[in-house]
């Protein structure tokens, strides 16, 4: 019976291919379908939230199974993708209005919910890699449902995601030769060994292109400023990460990682850490609001994975929660953003908007970690657990902290806080999906409790908020930031401060701004000398057979038919010096 679970996959499945192959209908029928699929998964997951669902079933050879489970923490992630593919599917009436492609992409999305669905709650490895796989259909047609023409990047991120999920799909092929199981209940190994540890590197490696660690960041900042932004919101913002942080949750409980100071985890932690930092500091140089947007999710991703990878069980359940705080504040902002290019604003007078400052303010207090808001309780958790890991890593979550509230604070001014500032007036659908996420970004803060104690079923960690020092500093730091923010502002007209003189010291304001150092630009020029270099020695190849070769076989059959010219003696003379040949070698 727990076999219907899977409905979860096959419902929203059917009505993507319902939605995308109806013909054209009168009125709103395809919208109103639309919404109602998406409300029914958001009410299909809740009702199956708080079950504890176990279902088995042998399938072929080699160990396969096909398998459902389904407990606290995986319905917890799958109410989360639920709940911003409704509100993304909300948005998309009023954003892609008068898109033709609106369709193709609306029907993606669901396609993509069924396989997210899939990918969480099946206990097989080899299923989840299925899904996970079949998630680049909808990822490439939703890309391609922009406006713009979206060809090229689409292959960009096609390539670089599944890069990653040939990691991903390497690491599972390992954990099957250690352990002989595909189920993940079933499997316990260690990083012991050297192939124990290259499986978890291949794990760690594919959740890092799905949290968009660096370098699988680089489709993130041009899908930022040309797809529709339900696809940042829902692909980018969401299910990616909500996926990256199950890959490492699995990947954590699989190979029992515990709190460690060793060379192997502590590289892949630097990694993440470099990736945190650089991206926090990109995102204070980005001239565009989406920019700053993208970069500081690539952060954020960074950040998520470093908390994580230091197994120390409160940091995970903070960077659970934090995805969570994350996903929230970043999703009210990319609906801002979608608005602001609905109304073509680019600034905003807040007295005049007071439900969009409103859902801006909640937004931006979520982000920079005010009390009350979930960011502060989750990067407390993080800081703590950080701390036991090493204090060099709570300081490296504190500085990302600090220039990531910068650039948004920096942003936040710019949008609001000019002469400029325009009255818009802005659909109903858009700030509803604005509004809601608003909301959850306090009631996450205020309520903490309530994901906390879900999270912490799985993961056991023995404090919900960390001590008094570490709620000193994270005060502390807000205070700094805050100040940074008023004094820049009120100098130089921006909200950067000192960190203006850092990017400036450090380049980074002109960093990667012909995009030569984009990983994929690297990979493709690379690739193109390579093709250059094969096909010149290809060629040369086949000057050698087709021409050397024949030209000199050809000459040689000349000059031994001009040297049989009939000539006795000639004839006798080779006679005499083969003869003379033979007897040198037969005197030595």
Same mark, same amino acid.
């Given at each position: ?182 189920? &993940?209940?079933?499997?316990? %190994?260690? *990083? ?9 590197? @291949? #794990? /760690?490696? =594919? ?108 940091? &995970?359940?903070?960077?659970? %929660?934090? *995805? ?9 902002? @990319? #609906? /801002?953003? =979608? ?250």
């Amino acid at each position: 019976m727990n076999m219907v679970l899977f409905l979860l996959v096959i419902i929203p499945l059917l009505c993507a291919i319902a939605l995308y192959f109806a013909p054209r209908s009168p009125g709103k029928f395809k919208e109103i379908f639309f919404i109602a699929a998406a409300l029914f998964n958001l009410a299909a997951v809740c009702f199956y939230f708080g079950q504890n669902v176990f279902y088995y079933n042998d399938w072929a050879a080699f160990n396969f199974s096909i398998s459902a489970v389904l407990y606290g923490f995986k319905g917890l992630l799958l109410v989360v993708a639920a709940f911003f593919a409704l509100l993304s599917a909300v948005f998309t009436l009023s954003n892609m209005k008068g898109n033709q492609k609106a369709p193709m992409f609306k029907a993606s999305l669901l396609l993509a919910v069924s396989f997210i669905n899939g990918a969480l709650i099946t206990d097989s490895l080899l299923l989840m890699l299925a899904f996970i796989e079949a998630l680049a259909i909808p990822f490439v047609l939703m890309i391609l449902s922009s406006k713009e023409n979206s060809k090229r990047l689409a292959v960009k991120s096609f390539v670089i995601t599944a890069i990653a999920d040939l990691f991903l799909m390497m690491g599972i092929a390992l954990v099957y030769a250690l352990s002989g199981s595909l189920n &993940i209940s079933d499997i316990s %190994l260690n *990083l012991g060994s050297v192939s124990g540890k290259a499986a978890f590197l @291949f #794990f /760690a490696i =594919g959740a890092a292109g799905k949290l968009g660690v660096m370098p699988f960041h680089s489709w993130m900042s041009e899908a930022g400023e040309k797809t529709p932004v339900a696809f940042m919101v829902f692909m980018a913002t969401a299910a990616e990460k909500i996926l990256g942080v199950y890959l490492l949750y699995v990947a954590i409980k699989i190979f029992n990682v515990v709190p460690s100071c060793s060379v192997f985890t502590g590289s892949i932690m630097a990694v993440a850490a470099i990736s945190a930092v650089l991206s926090a500091l990109m995102a204070n140089s980005r001239n565009t609001f989406k920019g700053m947007l993208v970069y500081t999710s690539v952060s954020q991703g960074s950040f998520i994975m470093l908390a994580m990878l230091t197994a120390v069980p409160v940091a &995970i359940a903070g960077a659970v %929660l934090h *995805l969570l705080a994350h996903t929230a504040y970043k999703s009210c902002m @990319f #609906f /801002a953003a =979608g608005i602001m290019d609905e109304t073509k604003s680019k600034t905003i007078a807040y007295a005049k908007n007071p439900y969009i400052f409103s859902g801006f303010i909640f937004a931006l207090a979520s982000f920079i970690g005010v009390p009350l808001f979930a960011a502060f309780y989750s990067k407390e958790m993080i800081y703590a657990g950080s701390l036991q890991a090493g204090a060099a890593w709570c300081v490296v979550m504190l500085v990302v902290t600090f220039f990531n509230s910068s650039a948004a604070l920096n942003w936040f001014a710019k949008i609001f806080f000019t002469k400029e500032g325009e009255t818009i007036a802005y659909p109903v659908a858009s700030m509803i999906a604005t509004i809601s996420t608003a909301a959850l970004c306090l009631l996450l803060g205020v309520f903490s409790g309530i994901p906390l104690k879900i999270i912490g079923l799985q993961i056991r960690f023995e404090q919900e908020h960390s001590g008094l020092l570490l709620v000193i500093v994270s005060s502390a730091l807000l205070v700094v930031v805050l100040v940074n923010f008023i004094t820049g502002f009120a100098k130089y007209g921006n909200g950067l401060g000192f960190v203006s003189g850092l990017l400036s010291v450090f380049g980074i304001n002109k960093f990667d701004a012909k995009k030569k150092l984009d990983p994929y630009n690297v990979g493709m020029r690379a690739y193109r000398l390579y093709s250059k270099g094969a096909f010149d020695f290809d060629r040369g190849l086949n000057w050698i057979y087709d021409s050397l070769f024949v030209n000199a076989a050809l000459k040689c059959s000349h000059a031994v038919k001009t040297f049989h010219n009939g000539s006795m003696s000639r004839y006798i003379m080779l006679a005499l010096a083969g003869i003379a040949v033979i007897v040198l070698f037969f005197i030595r």
